[in-house]
């Protein structure tokens, strides 16, 4: 099952699919000039889910608009986002001798999880900003050839130096053919630690120089030493402050997540 979210991939991912010899069962094809990503592709796959366990299809494949992101779809119609491609094709690339550089590059927002699967595998996970730009760069710095965002940007040096959603859809589905396993047990390799984003507006200054905000996120890192990981940065786009907490105890990332969203909310 594959939705190209009636945009730039609309012909070219259903046939190069077909052409490889696979029954290829289409939404989101019928671009209008404004339909683009309309309830259809990897930004809103409640569509896919639904038509993927209707269909008995062995697996939803989900572009986006430009065709540069990818998120799957299991035959049960649990996402599986670019966290879990990620840690696929880079056991994948490694066993097969394709992988540089022994890891992979991802963003501060993957989760703990990924990283701990790859070290269990022996492999690193060097983190970027946010931002396929900055992926790119840590990839050439430290000659690796695959990285991407938990959001489904894959970049995969050995084919091109941007996202590609087919490009890395192709690569899934070949470790899907080359193993034989349902998309269910091949595509969930780790579970996730519980990860909490939550985003404060402010009017102006700026609230993380406030000392009363740096005590309670330094308290915060103090909490999770160990067990988790906190990410708070300022939006580049808008007058937000992103608050992100992971970690082993769920209703522990609640409460510093909303520890530090109150400081912030009383610093400006």
Known sequence: MLDCAHGAAYQVAPTAIWELGAKVTTIGVNP?????NDKVGSTHVATLQETVVASGADIGIALDGDAD???V????????DG????????V????????LGDGIVATVMSNLGLERYLASQHLELVR???????????????????GGEQSGHMILLDHGTTGDGLVAALQVLAELVEQGKPASELLHLFDPVPQLLKNVRF?????LEHDSVKAVIAAAEAELAGTGRLVIRPSGTEPVIRVMAEGDDAAQVEAVVDRICDAVKAAV
């Open 83 to 90: 966290d879990q491609l990620m840690a696929l094709l880079a």
């Open 203 to 207: 009017s102006g200054g700026k609230p």
């Open 32 to 36: 209008n000039g404004r339909n683009i």
């Open 69 to 71: 992101r990818l998120i």
């Open 128 to 146: 970027a900003k946010v931002g396929d730009r900055y992926v790119l760069e840590e990839m050439r710095n430290r000659g690796m050839n695959v």
């Open 92 to 99: 994948s690339m490694s066993r097969n001798g394709l992988l």
């Open 73 to 80: 779809v299991d035959e049960k119609g649990r996402v599986v």
